[in-house]
């Protein structure tokens, strides 16, 4: 198994005793796991069991699962609701005293808004509620299980376009390295310039011009950053290919890598040397950015 991606989607439905539901899970990166359940009142029971489903399945990611139920026509049950009911019987009682209007009928005080509540379920025994939770929870399993399956197929493309930017920031390394073979003779023939210019008649020595070469080829060396550059390719590469959860890996090595990109720039002399590494700090920053949805 190659990378996995921390963002992905998927649903699954279920069905009980004439109640039907729908699962929907969705996942986006983040730093560390993180659960957001959404469910109806009166199913808060299965959240524990809810949430050891999905740390069962992920590292990371900011994960939301939304249950949605949808009851089948005869299911649902109606009831009064005795605060409401007391509320409008003494509202009624109030203007018939006030008014000398006869009092109001039952059908009037029953047809106000929120008198007669709909039951989205009606109440289930302890037995029938644990079948149901149980039904609940198995979708709620497949629906991960789903989650699982499309984070592996954005993780597998997501691989692809990773390992074309650590290809890319190989081959600008290698670059790199041709062009700095350069610099000595590049730093003797503009310094060779410079004492012409500033120090028109002025005799200079071969040996103080080498000595003078020699220090500022050692300022310039970019040798250790190109060695380390070339180990974090390869340690990107291995990293990738382990089929385990690496996203904190990958997004620390960006980091290293921006570093050695940042020292080689500074330490260039070369227009051409300059202009690679800040090519080879796009494409890095372009690794970061991809490494942050890897979980």
Known sequence: MGLVSMTGFADGHGAHEGLRWRWEAKSVNGRSLDLRLR????????????????????????????????????????????????????????????????????????????????????????????????????????????????????????????????????????????????????????LSAQIKELAAGVAVSEDRLAQEVALLAVKADIREELDRLGAHVQEARTLMASGTAVGRKLDFLAQEFNREANTLCSKSTDIALTRTGLALKATIDQFREQAQNVE
Request: a negative charge; proline letters at 6%.
């Open 39 to 190: 469910m109806p009142p009166g199913l808060d029971g299965i959240e524990p069991a809810a949430r050891t489903l999905v740390n069962e399945r992920f590292r990371r990611g900011n994960i939301q699962a939304t249950l949605t139920l949808e009851p089948q026509e005869g299911v649902r049950g109606l009831r009064v609701d005795p605060a409401a009911l007391a509320a409008a019987v003494k509202i009624a009682q109030e203007v018939a005293s006030e008014t000398g209007l006869a009092p109001a009928r039952v059908d009037g005080l029953l047809a106000l808004k929120g008198v007669i509540v709909q039951d989205e379920v009606l109440p289930l025994e302890p037995r029938a509620r644990t079948e149901r939770d149980a039904a609940i929870l198995g979708s709620l399993a497949a629906a991960l299980d789903s989650l699982i399956q499309a984070r592996e197929n954005e993780g597998a493309k997501l691989s692809v376009v990773m390992s074309g930017l650590v290809d890319e920031i190989d081959r600008l390394t290698r670059e790199a390295a041709a062009l700095s073979a350069t610099q000595p003779a590049q730093l003797r023939e503009k």
